[in-house]
């Protein structure tokens, strides 16, 4: 089994920074990656980048690419999510996500079924 914590949103202003973390216990070794989502109000869960745990590389959607960045802090066993100039389009409950199995394709990495385990989620407000 994986747990994951989310921590880090928040009430922010358009253009602001903002900086999530996601804790990473259990059985880490399992991990094959370590996706995040946002699901904004009323609308569908969806995928902005998938960390692949073993080689520390990451894949972005294209709405987020160049805002935002993913990395490992290996001394805490977290993955962070650096989010820049974020906008009030940003406005979600982000979650961060732990998958088990080799995924590559776009298909694979931004559906939600390919992941296991899943964090309880933290709020991003971003007020323009």
């Known amino acids: 089994q994986v747990q994951l914590v989310e921590s880090g949103g928040g009430f922010v202003q358009n253009g602001d920074s903002l900086r999530l973390s996601c804790e990473v216990s259990?059985?880490?070794?399992?991990?094959?990656?370590i996706a995040w989502f946002r699901q904004a109000p009323g609308k569908e869960r969806k995928w902005l980048s998938r960390f692949y745990w073993n080689i520390s590389e990451t894949v972005y959607t294209d709405s987020v690419k160049g805002r935002f960045t993913v990395s490992r802090d290996t001394a805490k066993n977290t993955v962070v999510l650096q989010m820049n100039n974020l906008r009030p389009d940003d406005t979600a409950v982000y979650y961060c996500?732990?998958?088990?199995?080799?995924?590559?394709?776009?298909?694979?990495?931004?559906?939600?079924?390919?992941?296991?385990?899943w964090g309880q989620g933290t709020q991003v407000t971003v007020s323009s």
């Open positions: 259990g059985r880490s070794d399992s991990i094959d990656a």
């Open positions: 996500a732990a998958d088990r199995e080799h995924c590559f394709t776009y298909l694979c990495v931004s559906r939600t079924d390919s992941y296991e385990f």
